[in-house]
Each structure stands twice: as structure tokens, then as C-alpha cells.
């Protein structure tokens, strides 16, 4: 286990160093800032996909310890606005992680054409792209970030489902995919996620959906959503 003291020290100065565009794991979100807004500027959507809180931290500065799974810090959400709650951060590049997302795993309905097991194996390659596993480094991430990307990829492809529907003329297609849709903006995980104005332009889109009306300011590119 690191110091967590040093680690705390290191993780607090990497928070100020990040600031880039991102893909979400599910690719569709198009342009985002990391854990702090959305494309738009308008809205603040916390732990959109695992990459949107994932902080790199070289292990020369943190210490060998930070290869360690469980860091044993937490999120500090009244200090760092892109931490979502006292959940602990993980490193994603450590033996075991894919067995923590793989627990995460919900079991809710999902469009045909996609599954479960299928948004897992994302949701890790994902998380282990970074240069920083491969050079045997550390990646960290809070445990929440996990819950945050398998709603995100539901929320993804039920919004696709229901432009598929809409493309076809398929009313009860669309009308179905909107519920679920709606069901997502309701959870309390998009709560929790939900820095400001999420949900408010998330129903809106459910309720588009819902008209048979495709919105044009929705952060999912369906082109890039697997299915």
C-alpha cells in the first residue's frame, strides 16, 4: 500500500494538470472536458464513461504501491469538483480490475443488437488504453466511474434504438426506447453524476424520443455506438 499521504499529494497535483477532450467508452459522446462539462458548455455531467475521471499517476512520483488495485483513497467531492463521492479510487491498470468491473455489471434491459458482456469488455479496454498501463504505470479511477459508464452505454444505445425506431416508423419501438430512457434520467446514479443541468436536457430527449421527434443537441453520435 503507498503512502497515502504522498499519493494524495500526487493525485491532488494531477487533478489540476488534466484538462482534455475525450471519447466516451461508448464513443458517442462527442466532445467533453474532463468530469466537468459537456459539449455544449451548459451542462456538467460527472463520470460520463470510465475515461472522464480516470487521472494518470507515474508510479516514480506515487510510489510502486499506487500498482496495487485498491489504492485505499477516496474521493474527496467537497475539494475536486470532478470527484463524484467518497468512493475509492482504483487503479485500472492493476491484476483484478476487469473482475471489479465485471461485478458492476447491471442487469437491466438493453436494445437487441448489444449486451452486458459486451459493454464489460469496453468499459476495460477502455480503461487500459492509456500508455500509462502499458509502461507499467498506474491509472486511477473511482469506483463509481464504473456504475457511470455501463448507464452511459444504456443510455447510448436506447437512444439509438429509439432513432432507429423513429427512422422506420416504428411507434412502439421509439415509445419503448424513450421509457427506458426516462428510467435512466430518474436513477439515482444520474443523480449522483449529474453536475448541473444533466437531467434536465436528458428528459428532454427522452421526451423527444417519446414524440417520435430526434433531438438535434444530444451528446450520442449513434454512428459510433455499437450495436
Same mark, same amino acid.
Given at each position: 500500500?503507498?503512502?497515502?499521504?504522498?499519493?494524495?499529494?500526487?493525485?491532488? #497535483?494531477? !487533478?489540476?494538470? %488534466?484538462?482534455?477532450?475525450?471519447? *466516451?467508452?461508448?464513443? @458517442?459522446?462527442?466532445?467533453?472536458? =474532463?468530469?466537468?462539462?459537456?459539449?455544449?458548455?451548459?451542462?456538467?455531467?460527472?463520470?460520463?464513461?470510465?475515461?472522464?475521471?480516470?487521472?494518470?499517476?507515474?508510479?516514480?512520483?506515487?510510489?510502486?504501491?499506487?500498482?496495487?488495485?485498491?489504492?485505499?483513497?477516496?474521493?474527496?467531492?467537497?475539494?475536486?469538483?470532478?470527484?463524484?463521492?467518497?468512493?475509492?479510487?482504483?487503479?485500472?491498470?492493476?491484476?483484478?480490475?476487469?473482475?471489479?468491473?465485471?461485478?458492476?455489471?447491471?442487469?437491466?434491459?438493453?436494445?437487441?443488437?448489444?449486451?452486458?458482456?459486451? #459493454?464489460? !469488455?469496453?468499459? %476495460?479496454?477502455?480503461?487500459?488504453? *492509456?500508455?500509462?498501463? @502499458?509502461?507499467?504505470?498506474?491509472? =486511477?479511477?473511482?469506483?463509481?466511474?464504473?456504475?457511470?459508464?455501463?448507464?452511459?452505454?444504456?443510455?447510448?444505445?436506447?437512444?439509438?434504438?429509439?432513432?432507429?425506431?423513429?427512422?422506420?416508423?416504428?411507434?412502439?419501438?421509439?415509445?419503448?426506447?424513450?421509457?427506458?430512457?426516462?428510467?435512466?434520467?430518474?436513477?439515482?446514479?444520474?443523480?449522483?453524476?449529474?453536475?448541473?443541468?444533466?437531467?434536465?436536457?436528458?428528459?428532454?430527449?427522452?421526451?423527444?424520443?417519446?414524440?417520435?421527434?430526434?433531438?438535434?443537441?444530444?451528446?450520442?453520435?449513434?454512428?459510433?455506438?455499437? !450495436?
Amino acid at each position: 500500500m503507498p503512502d497515502l499521504d504522498d499519493l494524495s499529494h500526487t493525485l491532488a #497535483a494531477a !487533478r489540476l494538470d %488534466v484538462d482534455r477532450d475525450l471519447a *466516451s467508452i461508448h464513443g @458517442a459522446l462527442i466532445s467533453a472536458q =474532463l468530469g466537468t462539462r459537456a459539449r455544449s458548455g451548459r451542462r456538467k455531467r460527472f463520470g460520463i464513461g470510465l475515461a472522464a475521471i480516470i487521472i494518470t499517476v507515474s508510479t516514480t512520483a506515487a510510489g510502486t504501491g499506487v500498482l496495487a488495485l485498491r489504492t485505499g483513497m477516496h474521493g474527496q467531492p467537497s475539494r475536486f469538483t470532478e470527484d463524484v463521492d467518497r468512493s475509492e479510487w482504483l487503479n485500472v491498470c492493476a491484476p483484478g480490475y476487469a473482475e471489479v468491473v465485471r461485478k458492476h455489471q447491471p442487469d437491466g434491459p438493453l436494445p437487441g443488437g448489444t449486451s452486458w458482456d459486451v #459493454a464489460t !469488455r469496453a468499459l %476495460v479496454t477502455q480503461a487500459q488504453s *492509456s500508455s500509462y498501463c @502499458a509502461n507499467g504505470e498506474g491509472s =486511477l479511477q473511482q469506483e463509481t466511474a464504473i456504475d457511470s459508464g455501463y448507464l452511459f452505454w444504456a443510455q447510448s444505445s436506447w437512444f439509438c434504438a429509439g432513432v432507429d425506431a423513429i427512422h422506420s416508423g416504428d411507434r412502439s419501438g421509439w415509445v419503448a426506447a424513450a421509457s427506458q430512457l426516462q428510467s435512466i434520467v430518474d436513477s439515482d446514479l444520474m443523480a449522483k453524476v449529474d453536475g448541473g443541468g444533466v437531467r434536465v436536457h436528458d428528459a428532454r430527449v427522452a421526451s423527444s424520443i417519446k414524440d417520435g421527434k430526434i433531438p438535434l443537441d444530444s451528446d450520442i453520435d449513434c454512428s459510433k455506438v455499437d !450495436r
